[in-house]
């Protein structure tokens, strides 16, 4: 069955970085494109970054653009989203969640668990 | 960015109700609509794509209708697992947007 954990959240200073991960497993990874999609605490939906299944496109949501960047290695079924000068609004679960086809223009069919990412003094 | 809007914002309901929630796009975006449900803590399930066609292992009870710029959901016979905040999001342009939510609650 399809498994997606993800990993790397905790409590980090405002502009730090912090790297997660996110572990695929029960599919063919390198098949499908992957996003990256967060909530803020008592908050609504917000994608953040998605990557086409060769990772040759990318796209992020402008609140992160130029700060966050997404990439993919298949080698290790793994998705990952560096994230740099971190902001005390980008506090929030993060999901990685896999879209149902190679295209990014697909719907995400299934999510992880979520990391809890913590920015603060 | 295409804007979602979702009504009610909230809902009572009984056991053994049908209801309905209704997602409305800022444009069109012809049927490129999913339906997700979140419960307390938990991560989103997906439940509809492409505005009326059922993710696998859902039950029927979830149905979804639409296209353009405006869509439903409609749960038939409302269970006690049921009662969960339910969102839309639109993909087809990114970023992907999702609506602001419905919470489904117990009367």
């Known amino acids: 069955q399809v498994q997606l954990v993800e990993s790397g959240g905790g409590v980090v200073q405002p502009g730090r970085s912090l790297r997660l991960s996110c572990a695929a497993s029960g599919f063919t990874f390198s098949n499908f494109a992957m996003h990256w999609v967060r909530q803020a605490p008592g908050k609504g939906l917000e994608c953040v970054a998605v990557?086409?299944?060769?990772?040759?496109?990318?796209f992020y949501a402008d609140s992160v653009k130029g700060r966050f960047t997404i990439s993919r290695d298949s080698s290790k079924n793994t998705l990952f989203l560096q994230m740099n000068s971190l902001r005390a609004e980008d506090t929030a679960v993060y999901y990685c969640?896999?879209?149902?086809?190679?295209?990014?223009?697909?719907?995400?069919?299934?999510w992880g668990q979520g990391t809890l990412v913590s920015v603060s003094s | 960015d295409i804007q979602m809007t979702q009504s009610p914002s909230s809902l009572s309901a009984s056991v053994g109700d049908r209801v309905t929630i209704t997602c409305r796009a800022s444009q069109g975006i012809s049927n490129d609509l999913a339906w997700f449900q979140q419960k307390p803590g938990k991560a989103p399930k997906s439940l509809i794509y492409a505005a009326s066609n059922l993710q696998s292992g859902v039950p029927s009870k979830f149905s979804g209708s639409g296209s353009g710029t405006d869509f439903t959901l409609t749960i038939d016979s409302l269970q006690p697992e049921d009662f969960a905040t339910y969102y839309c999001?639109?993909?087809?342009?990114?970023?992907?947007?999702f609506g602001p939510g419905t919470k489904v609650n117990i009367k």
């Open positions: 999001q639109q993909y087809n342009s990114y970023p992907f947007t």
């Open positions: 969640a896999r879209a149902g086809g190679s295209g990014v223009y697909s719907s995400l069919d299934h």
């Open positions: 990557i086409s299944y060769a990772g040759s496109n990318k």
